[in-house]
T-cell receptor, first 110, second 113 residues
Framework: GQQVMQIPQYQHVQEGEDFTTYCNSSTTLSNIQWYKQRPGGHPVFLIQLVKSGEVKKQKRLTFQFGEAKKNSSLHITATQTTDVGTYFC??????????FGPGTSLSVIP | DSGVTQTPKHLITATGQRVTLRCSPRSGDLSVYWYQQSLDQGLQFLIQ???????AKGNILERFSAQQFPDLHSELNLSSLELGDSALYFC????????????FGSGTRLTVV
């Protein structure tokens, strides 16, 4: 079946440093979504990417969809303590269900 | 407040028991999804309903069942509970069955003792 991988599993950064998480799929994707879950909270939708090579920005966050539509990345510039949480990518399978990657847990050291 | 309401927020029950988790989707959303989140398994898709009909099924155990009612709220029934069923259960909703972002509820934390 379709597999979604995310690396790294954990990342600890000093406040102000950059952070990147990668999402890789075993199959070509129609779209990819990114969610953030704060500790003790629920997943919150960040963005959806649809087009090959698409790049979207939200303030300090930059999202990219690979040319082959099999991978994606989320980059945070100059991390802040408010960025702490787990970042999940989510992909839609051919069976109309959305599966989530295992997530990257980000810790920011003040 | 995301607009998706889940009750109860916390539930503690004994092994072998049966519980029902409830979800009211965001106003206007027809699709409801159930996910299980445990520490070592991440977010596992359980089942999806769209406008009252089951649309997609994931790794849902036979001891678990769900339904979506005419008013679009959904219930997840968990029976013959085991210790390993302890987890956070999230409900999410969207307006269409595919291709759109989800809005998650705040979850129900189930503890089986």
């Amino acid at each position: 079946g379709q597999q979604v991988m995310q690396i790294p599993q954990y990342q600890h950064v000093q406040e102000g440093e950059d952070f990147t998480t990668y999402c890789n799929s075993s199959t070509t994707l129609s779209n990819i979504q990114w969610y953030k879950q704060r500790p003790g909270g629920h997943p919150v939708f960040l963005i959806q990417l649809v087009k090959s090579g698409e790049v979207k920005k939200q303030k300090r966050l930059t999202f990219q969809f690979g040319e082959a539509k099999k991978n994606s990345s989320l980059h945070i510039t100059a991390t802040q303590t408010t960025d702490v949480g787990t970042y999940f990518c989510a992909v839609e399978t051919s069976y109309d269900k959305v599966i989530f990657g295992p997530g990257t847990s980000l810790s920011v050291i003040p | 407040d995301s607009g998706v309401t889940q009750t109860p927020k916390h539930l503690i029950t004994a092994t072998g028991q049966r519980v029902t988790l409830r979800c009211s989707p965001r106003s206007g959303d027809l699709s409801v999804y159930w996910y299980q989140q445990s520490l070592d398994q991440g977010l596992q898709f359980l089942i999806q309903y769209y406008n009252g009909e089951e649309r997609a099924k994931g790794n849902i155990l036979e001891r678990f069942s769900a339904q979506q009612f005419p008013d679009l709220h959904s219930e997840l029934n968990l029976s013959s509970l085991e210790l390993g069923d302890s987890a956070l259960y999230f409900c999410a909703s969207s307006s269409e069955p595919t291709g759109l972002s989800y809005t998650f509820g705040s979850g129900t934390r189930l503890t089986v003792v």
